[in-house]
């Protein structure tokens, strides 16, 4: 078994100038698809990771210091859960999401605070809300690294905040992209379910 493109959730015209079809295009057909080939050649020649989930072969990669397929890898997760983090009819944080958003220091902080890590990340990576402790907090990763391979955090929310994530609809303007996404785009739905501490599910495939 090999493991596959996940659709998007959406059509890929729904976000209309805030996430254009053309950037989906490219992203998730072309930056995503490579992820996933790649991830399938590279475990293709692994023969004792045949049959193993996506989230134990990112496991396995990093414990082998095995970067390439790591980085496959980690990114096909990481896309995957990113997508689902996207909505076109975003919904206000409600219930138990609401009370540690409080806790945070309300709502408005936490969208600065996202919006802060995401444009100070120096060069490509992933802006992250994560569950720690029973607690909210903001934080991010460089390059393909991945709450998969993080103990202790819980993934709720990413960003993607490598330059193919919004070159076409915002060439080189990362605070755009964030202003845009944060207000328009967020399913808080998703990172309402990821309390659980399940998210790390929700992204994986069988082997
Ligand atoms: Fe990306």
């Known amino acids: 078994m090999t493991f596959t493109l996940p659709?998007?959730?959406y059509a890929a015209d729904a976000f209309g100038d805030t996430l254009s079809a053309e950037s989906f295009s490219f992203h998730h057909g072309k930056h995503h698809k490579a992820y996933v080939d790649k991830t399938n050649e590279l475990v293709g020649v692994t023969v004792d990771l045949a049959g193993a989930s996506l989230s134990e072969v990112i496991r396995a990669a990093s414990d082998r210091g095995n970067?390439?397929?790591f980085n496959n890898a980690a990114q096909l997760w990481n896309h995957?859960?990113?997508w689902q983090c996207l909505?076109?009819?975003p919904v206000k944080p409600s219930g138990k999401l609401a009370g540690l958003i409080d806790d945070f220091g309300g709502q408005d902080a936490l969208v600065s605070a996202l919006k802060q890590e995401a444009v100070g990340h120096f060069a490509s990576g992933w802006a992250w809300l994560v569950l720690d402790g029973g607690a909210l907090k903001v934080t991010s990763l460089h390059d393909a690294d991945s709450p998969v391979v993080q103990d202790g955090i819980k993934p709720l929310l990413t960003i993607d905040?490598?330059?193919?994530?919004?070159?076409i609809d915002y060439r080189n303007a990362r605070p755009s992209y964030l202003d845009a996404l944060l207000a328009k785009a967020i399913n808080w739905d998703f990172v309402a379910q990821n309390l659980d501490g399940e998210g790390i599910a929700r992204a994986d495939q069988a082997g």
């Open 87 to 89: 909505t076109p009819d």
């Open 7 to 9: 659709p998007l959730p």
């Open 161 to 167: 905040v490598w330059e193919h994530a919004y070159y």
């Open 80 to 82: 995957s859960f990113f």
């Open 67 to 69: 970067r390439v397929l």
